[in-house]
């Protein structure tokens, strides 16, 4: 059973486009000339009715105007969200090559901060094409460059833990999604309390405590469900069916996975939708044969 939870939790993470802890798009707070900032409002409200390729034509053109006037801020947030917006589409060398303006061809003195958090990027896009090496390699650039005390100390730290789970290394994934959850917390960054708990459930399904698991995930989604988060509202719920199947309440995992694709669907998230549906066929096709409900 251990073994099983370990394969499904690295399907699952490699299904998810943004698990556990990609930045949420970033708004411009500099002050921009008004057709960039009209053009970073249209690529947010399109990236938020999941559609893709009009979010990611304007945050190019919210780019284009903000390298335009050399608006560090600007360039910053739309370099961010362009990569972002890649990701979901499953651009990944697109997605590098979009924080190239922070990073490789950086043409101004960005602060240390936007740096991180294109590292930070940078190690998740590693991270979900299975590249440890480079995803622990840009972890470490984005704490060096955060300095202390670090805004984003809390979603590094849940990077490097789900780069534990997936190495097998449970206690070091646990240690560091607790880290995150107090770096988080003393930041009140929901977001990444939620990422940090549903880090700590999947480090529980891991280890066959199904008890565990369903208190932080429980927890993660009654913050994702606040937030209106979809991918990690699912994320949650697929979690919690997990957790149910190691208790032995397979009617209660088939409620959650369904719920899962509900979600995904209504998102119109084609990969969550997918993993939803093979783990209801998997319940499925399992049914009538014996359990061994956790002790």
Sequence with gaps: MRRLAVALACILLAACAQAPAPPAPVPSTAVQPTAAMEANRRGEVSLRRGELDSAALNYREALRLSLAVEDANGIAANTVN??????????????????????????????PPHRAQAALRRAVLDLEERRAAGAAEWA??????????????????????????????IDEASAAARSALAASRAAGEPAEIANAQRLLG??????????????????????????????????????????????????????????????????????????????????????????????
């Design 202 to 295: 999947m480090a529980a399904l891991a280890a066959g405590d199904g008890a565990a698991a369903r208190d932080a995930l429980g927890e993660a989604l009654a913050i994702d469900r606040e937030l209106g988060i979809s991918r990690r509202i699912a994320l949650d719920l697929i979690g919690l069916g997990r957790a149910s199947v190691l208790r032995g309440e397979r009617d209660a995992a088939r409620i959650y996975y369904e719920r899962a694709l509900a979600v995904s669907t209504a998102d119109r998230d084609a990969a969550g939708s997918s993993a939803a549906r093979a783990l209801i066929d998997t319940l499925a096709g399992s049914a009538g044969q014996p359990q061994k409900p956790e002790k």
């Design 140 to 169: 470490e650039r984005a704490a060096a460059w955060c300095g202390e005390p670090c805004p984003l100390a809390g979603a590094i730290r849940n990077v490097q833990g789900q780069l534990a789970l997936e190495a097998g290394r």
């Design 82 to 111: 362009l990569s972002i917006v890649y990701q979901r589409q499953g651009r990944y060398e697109d997605a590098r090559a979009a924080l190239a303006p922070l990073l490789e061809r950086a043409t101004l003195a960005h602060a």
